[in-house]
């Protein structure tokens, strides 16, 4: 099997979040470049960007200052270039409004940030096995 060079963008404000999620997918032998970006803002402006490569998945939290990630959910999947790209919301919320406002907008899946990290390698497994970051073309 091939492995992608496309980068994986990570869109939240949360550093020790980036980190964990980083560490994780290095524990699960994920070797995809992760793209950070602190906010759905900096996250358009990059995915716009004509010289950024677009990524295979985009994993979104959605509690972020300037632009939310439903605000940046919303504007992704109106954008005929962008909308394809897989979006997968990983979050600390448990309101059920933001799971269907996320579902409305076409989310590929919504996770829950679990607090023990082992359980959060977890999440991140399941992530790679369903969307097989590590192998997609």
Not at 32 to 59: D, F, M, T, W
Not at 85 to 90: K, R
Request: hydrophobic residues 40%.
């Amino acid at each position: 099997m091939r492995v992608t060079n496309k980068p994986i963008l990570l869109v939240e404000d949360d550093q020790v979040d980036m980190m964990r999620v980083t560490r994780a997918l290095k524990e699960i032998d994920v070797v995809n470049q992760v793209v950070h970006r602190e906010n759905g803002e900096e996250a358009l402006n990059y995915l716009r960007n004509e010289k950024s490569e677009k990524p295979c998945i985009i994993l979104l939290d959605l509690n972020m200052p300037i632009m939310n990630g439903i605000e940046f959910l919303q504007t992704v999947k109106k954008d005929e270039r962008l909308r394809r790209i897989p979006v997968v919301v990983l979050t600390t919320s448990d309101d059920q409004q933001d799971k269907l406002n996320s579902f409305n907008f076409g989310v590929a899946g919504y996770m829950g940030k679990p607090v023990d990290y082992q359980q959060f390698v977890e999440v991140m497994r399941s992530i790679d096995g369903y969307w097989t970051i590590s192998q997609m073309p």
